[in-house]
């Protein structure tokens, strides 16, 4: 089981000296939207620069002008974009045809989709490559970090081949729950990243993923 851990934090810096202490804990190193809104492409940069040898998702939830902003991120350095469900067909098209000549990787997002099922059956014809499956920040905090959205998780990977990750305020009273559910990848954020030891908690999380064949 892969494991993505996910930099949503509000200071660019300090978010590269944390990552740098959890790299090799984690598959994937996602640079979050927040850092993205607050510093724009050099969010991105300094991450693909810090860390050359690691796979890094933008989460860039394009709904727009999707081959542009494609383009933009492809020269970036970066592995993954994120493409929000919510989108049109077309504009999700677009995304993933010039991703592919990019030679980057698009992962759904299906957080806006009002049919999940629908979106994971769509996605592969569409070009997309993975799917994330999860609910908002705001909706976990509102639910008290509820996962009764996963009880929906068997239709998606019913209607999908795609591998599916799953992001659901992950921490260490939830995670074999969510580990039982058997999603492609797990995206973990504050647990890790605002922990007193970051290092500790990520490699607990990685060595929990690791022993799922």
């Known amino acids: 089981m892969k494991i993505q851990i996910s930099f949503d934090l509000n200071d660019l810096k300090s978010s590269i000296e944390i990552a740098k202490k959890v790299e090799k804990y984690c598959d994937i190193i996602e640079v979050g939207t927040i850092l993205i809104h607050k ?5 991105v940069t300094e991450f693909t620069k810090n860390f050359p040898d690691k796979i890094i998702l933008a989460d860039t939830k394009i709904v727009d002008r999707g081959q542009e902003i494609t383009s933009i991120y492809s020269k970036t350095g970066v592995k993954w974009i994120t493409v929000l469900s ?11 045809s010039e991703a592919e000549k990019s030679g980057i990787l698009v992962m759904l997002d299906t957080v806006d989709s009002t049919s999940p099922g629908q979106s994971a059956l769509e996605a592969k014809d569409l070009g997309i490559n993975a799917i994330l499956y999860h609910k908002t920040h705001d909706q976990n905090l509102e639910s008290n970090q509820s996962l009764e959205f996963l ?5 998606l990977k019913g209607n999908s081949d795609l591998p599916i990750f799953i992001s659901a305020c992950v921490h260490r009273d939830n995670t074999n729950k969510i580990i039982a559910a ?3 990848g797990i995206i973990i954020g504050s647990a890790i990243t ?3 030891d970051p290092a500790t908690e990520a490699k607990f999380y990685y060595d929990l993923c690791k022993e799922v064949k």
């Open 86 to 96: 919510g989108t049109s067909n077309e504009v999700i098209h677009r995304v993933c």
């Open 182 to 184: 058997k999603p492609y």
């Open 151 to 155: 009880d929906e998780l068997d239709l």
């Open 194 to 196: 605002e922990a007193k």
């Open 39 to 43: 510093y724009g492409i050099k969010a």
